[in-house]
């Protein structure tokens, strides 16, 4: 659909939403939505459901009904956790792409903003600039030096060249599509088509879904789990045949096999790690960090090395002049409102403006531009009638841009130039003296935190413009000083991440002296902190740069291409580097960092494209808040670790001790889906909502090949479990020599069980101090969970019909005390395996500094 020359005020909001009802949004179609279908054939696939089958399958050959239906009302609860589990994790992925969907400038009732690109409607009028990705087909109505890589649609790799037509919108040259990239210029243009109906939309391509690939956590966990698996077949092979052997009853030694697998098999692992991953994302995505790299959530904790840059991350991105400078004269904007601007500063700022768009998005282009219509007001240097006829912009060989102009009442043209005070000293061919006095302005400005561009002038014959800016004779107009102020909270979070074991490090295209004052006032550059200026990095090989690397935070003048080369030259150390960017330049940089981090408000779509994460809200506060959920995901997930070794410890114990010792079967089937209930939620929802420990940001990193499943996770579980089996052993011991009875011996050893479950859970859930000391919140997952185990217990207890079926007999005061009393002593013996290994998080979590 075409449409017709906009408004330049765009659509109204009304409009927009009239037409978003009547179109549909501006996105593709899922191309593998969830369904129950799925979701059940996923649940009956599971070894769980067909061990639960298998055994009531036994149940009914043995002739006890009721227990083959126990376990098919268990079967329906199973399906209902991973339904539960499951929906809940889609959810959060589906929140997650809601986020990742490109965003748009528009303007809309006069006024820019910027939308979700599902929100772009037919007839909205985009503004589009180099790094873009186009959020949908957009006919063209202006256009400056548009270059678009039309690649993803036609396979040319060669940028095409895009001009606003003269008339009503023609062929392909005068329209941009859906999901290509602007590579050079800018423009503005009125939305064509979108959705299905857009290029990309014909053509069919899909998105590819957040979370697809494995991580190396999940790849390493799917590794224990095959090998636990095959070993607990083995085992129950073994222990069904030593029952039969022993006992001579193949049904029954069956069913102690069956239940010995299902005891053994830590089915849960998969499905808390993708939990685990999927709400760490979602929690995430709801501070404002979109992750799009599951794997990048797992390295956040292993952060050694934050390289950032300058403006928006550690300022506000509030662009203010602050000072202009001539030859002739000075003014502090900060002064007194009333002071008017001298006559011999005029042209300085009149020609700062007219090298600035008129429709400014920059937030320096934005600040001149008010500063002009403050100080100007009511003079003749404001030229709103002037038409622009071309420009000259910013390139890594010339680091300033010239604009064009034609006066209504000269026949000449009249050219703006501005850029990094050096830039102009060359255009404008100064002598060497008076070079040297401007440098030594630019030095005390950028001395103050002030970032510093000089303004040219010049004029040239109409008959036709020259290919390079250089041809121009400039003169020299003089110097604008603008101020970013440093955001408040960033001292603070610079001294937490290196509290935390982790340097930050600034670079910046800036000035040095203006880096320095910078990173002074964000605390980055103490007493020892060294600087390297982009001129001398060049100069060195890689030798001398590892050797600048140790002691240097400051890097300045540094072009795009030298992140790339610091990024590997820190990785080339044994750092874990995370990189912010927001240019099409940066990308290269942020693919090669550990974890490449995208400013997602003034961002381009290609930085985001090539981040791990990306920063909707831009400030270094979301960054450290990034590593702070990085640190907590792993701790909790290794205490989670820890939980599910040490519960099944006593469960396989109990499965096989009675066979040997030629004792009743403790254990069956019923009472394994028992424990699941409590040992799946508590994995799954307790531990992952546990909050950060306090001492999480006090150490060093984790190393990042420090593995889930180490030495000292697998002690810590073992030890644990270790200690409650024996005290269940001796439990059921002495209640079955007092009472001669053995459905009561195993009420007792299996109430004690579930509360001692409870206790693994409470005592692991903090690692730094015992439980009873913390003051935070309250888990109110635990509490539920807790409860609800709690009831379920004291309903099969208390219903005869459900304790005949658990083959359970009515304890009395005396065995429930014992029940409680080694639950107690569980939790005092897990402290006493965590005080004896103190010093187990930090080591599991720490990285020797490298140097």
Known sequence: MASSHPDRDGLTAGE????????????????????????????????????????????????????????????????????????????????????????????????QQRVAGSELVVGDLVLLAEGDRVPADIDLVNASNLSVDESMLTGESVPVMKHAPAAAPGGAE??????????????????????????????????????GEPTP????????????????????????????????????????????????LPEELPVILTLFLGLG????????????????????????????????????????VAQ?????????CRGPAAAPLQEELHGLLEYAVLASHRQAFDPMESAITQAGARLLDNTEHLHSDWALIDDYPLSRQMLAMSRVWQSPNRSEYLVAAKGAPEAIVELCHLAQSRAAAIAAQVAALAGQGLRVIGVASATFPSSGLPDDQHVFEFGFLGLVALRDPVRPEVPGAVAQCRAAGMRVVMITGDHPATALAIARDAGISGAAGGLLCGTDLAAMDDAALQARLKDTEVFCRIAPEQKLRLVQAFRSRGDIVAMTGDGVNDAPALKAASIGVAMGARGTDVAREAAALVLLKDDFSSLLLAVRHGRRLFANLRKAIVFIVAVHVPIVGLSIVPVLLGWPMLLMPVHIMFLQLVIDPACSIVFEAEPIEQSAMAGKPRRPDTRLFDREILLRGLLQGGGLLLMLLGLYLLVRQSSQSDDLARTATFVALVLANLGLIYTNRMWSRPPWTRREAVNRSFVWISLAAILL???????????????????????????????????????????????????????????
């Open 793 to 851: 217990l004291l309903l099969v207890l208390s219903w005869g019909a459900l304790r005949s079926l658990f083959a359970f007999a009515l304890p009395g005061p005396v065995q429930l005390a014992g029940c409680v009393a080694v639950a107690a002593l569980s939790v005092a013996w897990s402290e006493l395996v965590k005080w004896a290994q103190p010093g187990m998080p930090a080591r599991s979590a720490g990285r020797a500094p490298l140097a």
């Open 16 to 111: 927009a939403a009239l037409r978003l009802r009547a179109d549909g949004p501006n996105e593709l179609p899922a191309s593998r939505p969830l369904n129950g279908w799925r979701l059940l054939l996923d649940v009956v696939a599971e070894p769980m459901f067909l061990l639960l089958v298998a055994c009531g399958a036994i149940y009914l050959m043995l002739g006890d009904r009721n227990e083959a239906l126990m376990l098919l009302g268990f079967v329906g609860i199973v399906i209902g956790i991973t339904f539960f589990q499951q929906r809940r994790t889609e959810r959060s992925l589906n929140a997650l792409r809601d986020l990742s969907c490109p965003r748009a400038l528009v303007i809309r009732g006069g006024k």
């Open 281 to 320: 994302a979602w929690r995430l995505g709801r501070e404002q960090v979109l992750a799009r790299s599951i794997p990048a959530i797992e390295l956040l904790g292993a952060t050694t090395v934050l390289c950032v840059d300058k403006t928006g991350t550690l300022t506000l991105n509030r662009m203010e």
């Open 174 to 211: 005068h329209r941009v599509y859906s999901g290509t990239l602007v590579t050079q210029g800018s423009a503005s243009g009125v939305v064509a088509a979108t959705g299905a109906e857009s290029a990309l939309g014909r053509i069919g391509a899909s998105l590819a879904a957040i979370g």
């Open 217 to 264: 956590i999940q790849i390493e966990t799917r590794g224990v789990v095959k090998a636990v698996a095959i070993g607990g077949i083995g085992l129950a092979c073994a222990l069904a045949l030593a029952y039969w052997w022993l006992r001579g009853e193949l049904l029954q030694g069956l069913l102690a096999g069956l239940t010995l697998a299902m005891a053994v």
């Open 324 to 332: 202009l400078w001539s030859e002739q004269s000075g003014y502090d």
